[in-house]
C-alpha cells in the first residue's frame, strides 16, 4: 500500500469529503477572490427556470419514490418526437443513460446535452432513441455508505434503470441498452460497465477521471485522506476483474475524450491497461477539445451518438 497519495489531492479531498459530508459541493470558483456558493444536495434537483426554457421541448422531468430510500429520485428524460403519437402507442425505444460529472449528482447538470441529441433525431443522422439524465448521488455514481442515503450506484443500477424500463416504452434489454458519461459520469461508467456488463449493449465513458481511480487502486480504496471507498471499488480493478470473467458478456466501449482535457494523458493509459487486459475498445478523440462534454458534442457528437445507434441496430 502507498501512504502519499498526493498534498494537491489531499488538500481537495479534504476540503471536499467535509462538504459532501454535509450534502454540498465546493467544487468551482468564480474567481480567486470569490468562494463558490455552496449548494446542498437533494436527490430532487431539477433545472433553474431559465435553463428549462432553453431545452428542447421533448425533455421531460419526473420523479419516482426509491425504494431503498423511501424518498423521491428526480431525473431528465428526452422522449423522440411522435412518441406521444396514436399511431406509436405500442412502439419501443432503445434508451441512453448519460451520466452528470461532478460532485455532488443533480439531474440538470447534463441535460443541455438534449439539445444536440434533438437536433440529431430531427435530421435523420440518428433514430429514435430515449436519453434519461440521472441524479448520481452524493458521491455521484458511487456508493458511498459513510453518507446518508448515499448509494448513488445502487439507486442507478437497481432501481432507475428499471423505472424507466417500466414507465417508458423502452425495449428493457441489454441489446437496445446504452450507458454514457463525462468526468466523473465517465468514472461511473466506467466502473458500471464493468461491474454490470450484462445490464448494457452500447458503452461509451468520456473524459474520464483514471487518475483518482488509479490512487484509488493502489491506496486501498482512498481516494484522498478522508474519502475512501471499498478496496476495489475503481475502474482498474473492475477492468481487470471483468477481463478475468469467462463468462462476462462481451463489451466494446467507446473511449470519448478531448486532447486539451486535463486527464487526456490519463485516458490514454487507461486505454493501453485495457490492451494489456485484452479488453476491445474504440476511440473518439476530439483534437484541441478541452474537458468539456458540450464543446465534445459540438465537435464530434454526433459521432458518439452514432457509436450507439449502430450498436443498437445490430
Do not use: C
Not at 122 to 141: D, E, H, L, Q
Amino acid at each position: 500500500m502507498r501512504n502519499y497519495i498526493g498534498t494537491i489531492s489531499l488538500k481537495i479531498g479534504l476540503t471536499a469529503v467535509a462538504f459532501a459530508v454535509a450534502g454540498i459541493s465546493v467544487y468551482g470558483q468564480a474567481d480567486k477572490n470569490k468562494k463558490k456558493i455552496a449548494t446542498p444536495f437533494s436527490w430532487v434537483s431539477p433545472a433553474s427556470e431559465w435553463k428549462v426554457k432553453t431545452l428542447p421541448k421533448n425533455v421531460r422531468y419526473d420523479t419516482f419514490k426509491s425504494p431503498s430510500m423511501g424518498i423521491d429520485v428526480g431525473y431528465y428524460v428526452y422522449l423522440p418526437d411522435g412518441y406521444d403519437a396514436k399511431k406509436n402507442k405500442s412502439k419501443k425505444y432503445p434508451a441512453v443513460y448519460h451520466l452528470h460529472g461532478g460532485r455532488p449528482g443533480s439531474e440538470s447538470k447534463s441535460v443541455s446535452l438534449s439539445t444536440f441529441i434533438n437536433q440529431a433525431m430531427r435530421t435523420k443522422k440518428i433514430a429514435p432513441t430515449i436519453y434519461v439524465f440521472p441524479n448520481g448521488g452524493p458521491m455521484s455514481w458511487y456508493n458511498y455508505p459513510q453518507v446518508k442515503n448515499g448509494q448513488g450506484e445502487d439507486v442507478f443500477v437497481k432501481e432507475l434503470i428499471p423505472h424507466v424500463d417500466a414507465t417508458y416504452r423502452t425495449f428493457g434489454t441489454r441489446a437496445k441498452r446504452g450507458i454514457q458519461g463525462f468526468s466523473q459520469g465517465g468514472r461511473g461508467t466506467t466502473r458500471i460497465i464493468f461491474k454490470h456488463p450484462e445490464l448494457f449493449g452500447s458503452t461509451a465513458p468520456g473524459g474520464s477521471g483514471y487518475e483518482p481511480e488509479e490512487r484509488i487502486r493502489d491506496n486501498d480504496g482512498a481516494e484522498s485522506q478522508n474519502i475512501r471507498f471499498a478496496p476495489g471499488y475503481d475502474a482498474w480493478s473492475l477492468a481487470k476483474a471483468y477481463a478475468k470473467r469467462k463468462d462476462a458478456p462481451p463489451l466494446k466501449p467507446l473511449i470519448w475524450v478531448g486532447t486539451k482535457g486535463f486527464n487526456y494523458e490519463y485516458n490514454l493509459k487507461f486505454m493501453k491497461y485495457l490492451d494489456g487486459l485484452g479488453i476491445h475498445y474504440e476511440k473518439l478523440i476530439v483534437p484541441d477539445a478541452p474537458h468539456s462534454s458540450k464543446i465534445i458534442y459540438e465537435k464530434s457528437g454526433i459521432k458518439l451518438m452514432q457509436f450507439h445507434d449502430r450498436n443498437f441496430g445490430k
